[in-house]
């Protein structure tokens, strides 16, 4: 499987470490009145579609930057790869 | 006073070589690394006269010095035959905002070099798993190479140096040797 890295091209899957739904970027403030139940969403619960995913990966073998990678679940097709940085801070889509 | 001998990462007094086939692998002990990383949306600064290369890539060698992109706003500063000085104060000296780590001895240099860029194109097929593009003259880049994280420089198309882990050093040489001796064997079979 190859990953297209946004600064490095397409580089083999091998490189990286898979660390689950991007939807970790979206931390919950620990400050809010809500923090308790926003919390256990946050630790506890997860979709799990069957078709397209985005997932954090980290270029452990590589440029050790995290990526956010869109993939369909049900053929394993990787749709593209955004620095989850620019994801964070909202520079891209 | 205690009367010390300093040891490279291969455990032996003198730099280690070995001819293999059209190849040559040469253990570099004299490379002065730091890194260095510059907080993001700051414009990367001129370090001896360097321009601090974009991802994937190294910079030409000015005096013994070069650079080498190693993640977004991060680079690995080289001064080849310095490896005795304090390399992070050095890099201190030029550049106030950044944050600068020595990595002197955090990595072992093992310089492959031969006749054509093709015998060295050769071998990196065997070596790593990247398209050809990624190991071009004036790439630089990291990548696994048997479950090692190595950075493979190449500074011109007929060189190719691998910075491994020094603890890794002996595992590293090994996959050299091995893959040229294999590669020599091959050859003459084929011929």
Known sequence: MLIPHPLLGLRDAQEFTYLGDATLLNRPDPQSETADAAFHDYVYLRDNPAGVHRELWFHDAGDRSWLVVTRDTTTHEILGAELARDVKLGITA | MTDLTPRTALGATAARNETIGAYLIEENTELGLASVAIPAETI????????????????????????????????????????????????????????????????????????????????????????????????????????????????????????????????????????????????????
Request: glycine share 6%; proline share 5%; hydrophobic share 40%.
């Open chain 2, 44 to 191: 990367p600064p001129v370090l001896f006269g360097l321009t601090l290369p974009k991802p994937g890539h190294l910079t030409l060698e000015i005096d013994g010095k070069f650079a080498i992109w190693t993640a977004p706003n991060q680079w690995l500063f080289a001064t080849d035959g310095d490896a005795h000085q304090d390399c992070a104060a050095l890099v201190k000296s030029k550049i106030a905002m950044a944050y600068i780590t020595e990595q002197t001895d955090a990595w072992v240099a093992f310089k492959v070099s031969s006749q054509t860029s093709g015998q060295i194109n050769t071998l990196l097929e065997r070596l790593v798993n990247l398209p050809e593009t990624a190991t071009d003259t004036g790439k630089a880049t990291r990548t696994n190479i048997h479950h090692m994280s190595v950075f493979v420089l190449r500074p011109t198309s007929t060189q190719v140096t691998f910075l491994g882990p020094r603890t890794q050093a002996g595992s590293l040489w090994h996959v050299l040797e091995t893959t040229l001796r294999q590669q020599r064997a091959n050859s003459g079979a084929l011929s």
